[in-house]
């Protein structure tokens, strides 16, 4: 199981450059071209409403989840990623609870998000912790590329 320390990027942080650089690193080994954001990963990160949570092992990030909430009613994960040699071992679900864990202390009522439905894993994490298909949101990632968009719905007193 997981022992990585889960750690939420500051933006005065002295190591924002340096954790931002690993982080671009990951998401360009692991997502396609023109899903990634890399290139924009700074100015994603500058935004007031987002935040960013990883894992560290060592002096190793093993994987890191994005969120936003552009309104006080929903939240999104925009990324979750894992490094491959950490896969398998509860990272990806650790962050996962962490950024609902932040994202429920904005009283937001939904966070959704969007997944390839042959990212087998994926899916089957999501839907461990709560999440619901939505529906099925042709051309998403690329013409021939779909995604579901997927829900957590929080009951509000």
Known sequence: MATGVIVELQRNSPNWAKVVD????????????????????????????????????????????MYSWPSSLCACITKLAVKENYRGQGHGEKLLKAAVQKCRTRNVHRISLHVDPTRTAAMQLYKKLGFQVDTLVEGYYSSDRNAYRMYLDFDME
């Not at 690993?22 to 899903?35: A, G, L, M, S, W």
């Not at 990634?36 to 060592?58: I, P």
């Open 22 to 65: 690993d982080i671009v690193r990951i998401e360009k080994k692991i997502f396609p071209k023109h899903e990634s954001l890399a290139r924009s990963f700074d100015e994603e990160l500058k935004k007031k409403n987002s935040g960013l949570l990883y894992t560290q092992m060592g002096g190793d990030i093993s994987g890191y989840v």
